[in-house]
């Protein structure tokens, strides 16, 4: 007899077995839902949809494109008719993973945003700073409070720091917890929002015998599980960036210090402490910048650490700024591009992050000419999500956006086109101070508001 010969006529004499579909039934305010049980689970297992109840009391079209949701990953197009809280709210209700409705659009290559609500903030200190996640959670501190907003923006709870003032914040992803910090105070805060209670602080000491240095920005690089935070000494005459392990059972060991400048003599501008750090994951950078007003103007640096595994990172670009230098910089991974807004002429500017060695690495974008004056862009922000550019000036904001070339990338320069953003009744507004992005929503915010503002978009395609 041939091996395995019986197996075979085995299992030739079994009978054939369609497999089960599971088929689910459901009535949800009178219309009626098949599917199957598979489909239900992707809700998760502590759902209201787990254990599928034959009739359940709700809007059927919302539930039809929380179900299209489980099906395909994707919300369907005519959910854009729907309001993302009330779609936020009926996926609470079925206790549907927020970061499921999000992960369907926090990632997009472009954003069509119109100013949707106003969060009003307790007390009457007015927001300073924002920190979005990825799932539209919402930080916003104001004054030493900090207050924090669930992916519906419907539930706010406010925490009292120990801090005069929060200039630096960053929700932990995926967490309870977030980082805090001021820049006349010393040391990094971890901050439990769930009780509202201190966990631990992170110094940097720039000498054994120092003081406890103050915090200048913060960022996280969720793929590598590291933290970075930029330190300025009490005396303003050192400063630094430490990277600490978000991934060592909660000590958040430091691991690596990098950009460790002092002054020397009388060279003041040495010292520069990096007040905005943004992690680029595709390429595995981190962008540190920082700048410096004073009397002869503004003077600033760039530079782009190479974050790989095994090793302490290297600067791969070092820019020194002083004729038109930045008022604002940031950088877009989807773009592979720095934008910088300059402080004099208050024109945008780009830089191939491919051609940083070719020379002078900045491109006007728009073709502006600047007529000499000063500060003009002294006050704007920019930030990019995504394929797309936004710039604040005054209490407006501008879009840039890729126009597609016919020519072969590797040889075009990118074309970028702006846009105003908002309806005319959008337009205004106090001075702006932070612009940040989350689950396809925007929060601003503005000098002396005590609310935070959000724009949000109807594109879910």
Known sequence: MPPFAGAATTALLCPYKPPETSIVT???????????AQTLAAAGSSSLLSAPPSFIDRDPDLFASLLALLRTGRLPSSAATDDISDLAAEAEFYGIDPRVLH?????????????????????????????????????????????????????RKTILTSLPAVDSLLSLRNSSLAFAGAADFPG???????????????????????????????????????????YESGRRNSSAILAFDLNSGGDFRPVYEISRREIFGAELDSAIPATKLKWVPSLN?????????????????IQLWDVRAGGTP???????????????????????????????????FMADLRKLEAGEPWFRLGGGRWNGGKNEGKAC??????RQ????????????????????PEFEEKVMRRNLMGREKDMGGARILQMVFGGKRMAVARS??????????SDRS
Do not use: Y
Not at 111 to 136: M, N
Not at 294 to 299: A, I, K, M, N, Q
């Open 26 to 36: 459901l009535n949800v305010g009178g219309r009626v839902f098949q599917t199957t």
């Open 103 to 155: 992960s369907s659009s926090s990632s997009s290559s472009s954003l069509s945003l119109r100013r949707s609500l106003l969060l009003p903030l307790p007390g009457r200190d007015p927001v300073a700073v924002l920190s979005a996640s990825p799932s539209g959670e919402l930080l916003a501190a104001h004054g030493s409070k900090i207050s924090s907003f669930d992916f519906s923006l419907r539930r």
């Open 188 to 230: 990094l805060q971890i901050l439990d929002l769930s009780s509202g209670t201190l966990v631990k602080t992170l110094n940097w000491h720039p000498h054994p015998s120092a003081p406890g240095a103050t915090v200048q920005a913060v960022c996280e690089a969720a793929d590598r599980q590291l933290l970075f935070s930029s």
């Open 285 to 301: 950078l981190l962008m540190t910048a920082g700048s410096h007003w004073g009397p002869s103007g503004v003077v600033g640096n």
């Open 314 to 348: 290297t600067a791969i670009f070092n820019l020194n700024e002083k004729d038109d230098c930045f008022a604002d910089v940031t950088v877009s991974d989807d773009l592979s591009a720095l934008f910088k807004v300059g402080a004099n002429s208050g024109d945008v």
């Open 381 to 386: 922000r920019i930030e990019s999500e995504g």
């Open 389 to 408: 550019v936004f710039c604040s000036r005054g209490g407006d904001i501008e879009m840039w956006s890729e126009v597609a070339m016919a020519a072969a």
């Open 448 to 457: 002396g508001e005590c609310c935070v503002e959000v724009w949000e978009s």
